[in-house]
């Protein structure tokens, strides 16, 4: 009884706090404090201590997880939208520089050396080893007048 009643004050403080953030216009942020509040309510109506004899009968039981069931919903969502607008935010962060590479690609440059100028050489068997000359940073210093 005492701990339904504590799940329950808990609850309810939580959802106000949710109610409060919403008014702040921090719509996701108040979701995510409602789906964390409907936890403890959840957990109250699915009979926690009783859960094997009231379960399968209790429509209060079934109540409690369709709570837990919006909880994990409202969870899911803003995750999702979090995502997206950090996708957004990658996309267009991108799209402010004309042709940057996002998130660690690697654009070829025209003209300049490629990934293999440092493996010039090779042996009998056909296999790369790396050129002990400085050949292609010389032509890049030359090229710059250094």
Same mark, same amino acid.
């Given at each position: 009884?005492?701990?339904?009643?504590?799940?329950?004050?808990?609850?309810?403080?939580?959802? $106000? +706090?949710?109610?409060? !953030?919403?008014?702040?216009?921090?719509?996701?942020?108040?979701?995510?404090? *409602?789906?964390? /509040?409907?936890?403890?309510?959840?957990?109250?109506? !699915? $009979?926690?201590?009783?859960?094997?004899?009231?379960?399968?009968?209790?429509?209060?039981?079934?109540?409690?997880?369709? +709570?837990?069931?919006?909880?994990?919903?409202?969870? +899911?969502?803003?995750?999702? +939208?979090? =995502? =997206?607008?950090?996708? *957004?935010?990658?996309? #267009?962060?991108?799209?402010?520089?004309?042709?940057?590479?996002?998130?660690?690609?690697?654009?070829?440059?025209?003209?300049?050396?490629?990934? #293999? /100028?440092?493996?010039? =050489? !090779?042996?009998?068997? $056909?296999?790369?080893?790396?050129?002990?000359?400085?050949?292609?940073?010389? *032509?890049?210093?030359?090229?710059?007048?250094?």
């Amino acid at each position: 009884m005492l701990a339904e009643t504590i799940c329950s004050a808990v609850s309810a403080a939580g959802l $106000g +706090v949710a109610a409060i !953030t919403a008014y702040r216009r921090r719509f996701l942020a108040a979701f995510r404090v *409602a789906a964390y /509040a409907l936890v403890p309510l959840g957990l109250v109506m !699915t $009979g926690a201590v009783q859960w094997l004899a009231d379960t399968a009968f209790s429509p209060l039981a079934w109540g409690g997880f369709v +709570v837990l069931g919006l909880a994990w919903l409202l969870f +899911v969502t803003t995750r999702a +939208v979090e =995502r =997206r607008r950090a996708g *957004a935010a990658d996309a #267009e962060g991108g799209a402010a520089v004309a042709g940057a590479p996002t998130r660690g690609a690697v654009a070829p440059r025209a003209g300049g050396p490629s990934l #293999e /100028a440092g493996k010039r =050489r !090779t042996k009998k068997g $056909g296999q790369s080893e790396p050129a002990d000359d400085f050949s292609d940073i010389e *032509a890049i210093l030359k090229k710059h007048g250094i």
